[in-house]
């Protein structure tokens, strides 16, 4: 599940990453400690709160009370403002340094660019630099160095500085995706963590009795923001009119992909790290899943991404294939991206399927074709489009 920044923030800082000075807050007479500017951050585990009018710069304090007023209580991104982060405003050059864990395969990704900030994504191919290598913490400080060394100083001082500690927190806390967006380089040559996004892995919580801890401090908060442990994998709703239901696998990668499809335009419904690996022949998450998605209307499309390393494609097709049937009431059209071994026998098992379903092993393909049915733009209804199992 993905902590709240103020949350992020305490876990990173504890592990010695620099963040603004700064304190939470849920109600507009609090007189922040330190000089302006300040920045009212609403607290609500998605990103993109920047875009959606979510983040404040307050140079008095008129601005100030006026962002808690609008922010508190109000719905951003599909989910209810309890809180409000408040710190210290910085300036400086906007970077990026992200630690992806990629369940499937057992690699991590690491992603450093000069160019971060909230339009990150669109310069993602000229300013991202990346290595992928073995989950070990060796493998991981190593990529983070011989990144850092791409860039001048002092971004490379910052990246090499707060590369390790994010490191140490990654694997000392078992985490999923730690990333910070924007890490600012001060003109002075410093550097702090203005956001921090992090993704825990809810098996480890019982491993980790530090966020069991934290967790548990601020079980409201994420009781509210509709955080749905119960089921043993993640799942959370990230708008209340989202049009694309996504089930998918891994943290880092279904996060990638709620980015990627609010770049383009559309509102993912929810939030999903469903495990295959804990299906055990079972299609009864399957079913939670879909049934819980075909109660929105506004969900349009469902996307379901897999990749199979070890897990055969026909199997999770068949259990797919079930959990479709027992879930009637879903009229959305579903695409599906799969790639791994089982594929051609999976392709004929969706061929049942008792919904307009499309498989592609593209990603990129199986995201604009996602995007079109949640537009209107598909050309065709749902109905018409009826493209199952294309070979
Ligand atoms: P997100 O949109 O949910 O990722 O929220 P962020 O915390 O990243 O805030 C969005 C944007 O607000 C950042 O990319 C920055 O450009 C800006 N921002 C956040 N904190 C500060 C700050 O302390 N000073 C300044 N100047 N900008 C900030
Ligand atoms: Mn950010």
Redesign the pocket.
């Given at each position: 599940m993905m902590l709240l920044?103020h949350d992020a923030k305490t876990v990173l800082a504890e592990h010695g990453v620099p963040v603004?000075q700064g304190f939470l807050t849920s109600s507009v007479s609090d007189e922040p400690p330190f000089d302006f500017p300040w920045?009212v951050?609403a607290q609500v585990p998605v990103?993109?709160?920047?875009?959606a009018g979510?983040?404040v710069?307050a140079r008095n304090r008129d601005e100030y009370d006026k962002a808690l007023e609008r922010l508190l209580g109000s719905v951003l991104l599909g989910h209810r403002v309890r809180h409000c982060r408040i710190?210290?405003?910085?300036?400086g050059q906007?970077c990026y340094l992200a630690i992806i864990l990629d369940a499937s395969t057992a690699r991590v990704t690491v992603l450093a660019s000069e160019l971060?900030?909230?339009d990150v994504e669109n310069h993602a191919a000229e300013g991202m630099r990346s290595e992928k290598v073995d989950y070990t913490q060796p493998a991981v400080l190593a990529a983070i160095e011989s990144l850092a060394g791409q860039f001048n100083t002092p971004v490379a001082n910052a990246m090499r500085d707060v590369g390790k500690k994010l490191c140490n927190a990654f694997f000392e806390r078992e985490l999923m995706l730690a990333e910070i967006?924007?890490l600012?380089v001060l003109a002075d040559g410093t550097w702090v963590a203005?956001?921090a996004?992090v993704v825990i892995d809810d098996n480890a919580i019982d491993r980790q009795p530090y966020l069991h801890a934290l967790l548990t401090e601020r079980s409201a908060d994420y009781e509210a923001a509709n955080v749905k442990l119960t089921h043993g994998f993640d799942f959370v709703k990230l708008d209340d009119l989202g049009d694309v239901g996504l089930v998918t696998t891994g943290a880092g990668l279904s996060m990638q992909l709620v980015d990627e499809l609010q770049r383009q335009g559309c509102r993912p419904y929810n939030f999903c790290d469903i495990r295959t690996g804990q299906f055990r022949g079972q299609p009864d998450r399957l079913i939670d899943a879909l049934q819980w998605m075909a109660q929105a209307p506004s969900v349009k499309v469902v996307l379901m991404n897999f990749f199979a390393g070890v897990t055969d494609l026909a199997e999770l097709a068949k259990l797919m294939l079930i959990a479709l049937e027992r879930t009637p009431q879903l009229r959305a059209p579903v695409i599906v991206r799969i790639v791994g071994n089982g594929i051609d026998s999976a392709k004929a098992i969706f061929a049942a399927a008792p919904v307009p379903l499309t498989i592609e092993t593209d990603l990129d393909i199986a995201v604009s074709r996602v995007v079109a049915i949640a537009r209107g733009h598909s050309g065709t209804s749902p109905t018409t489009s009826h493209t199952k199992a294309v070979a």
């Open positions: 920044e603004p920045v951050k990103g993109g709160r920047g875009k979510g983040i710069v710190e210290a405003a910085v300036t906007e971060g900030g909230i967006n924007p600012f203005a956001d996004k």
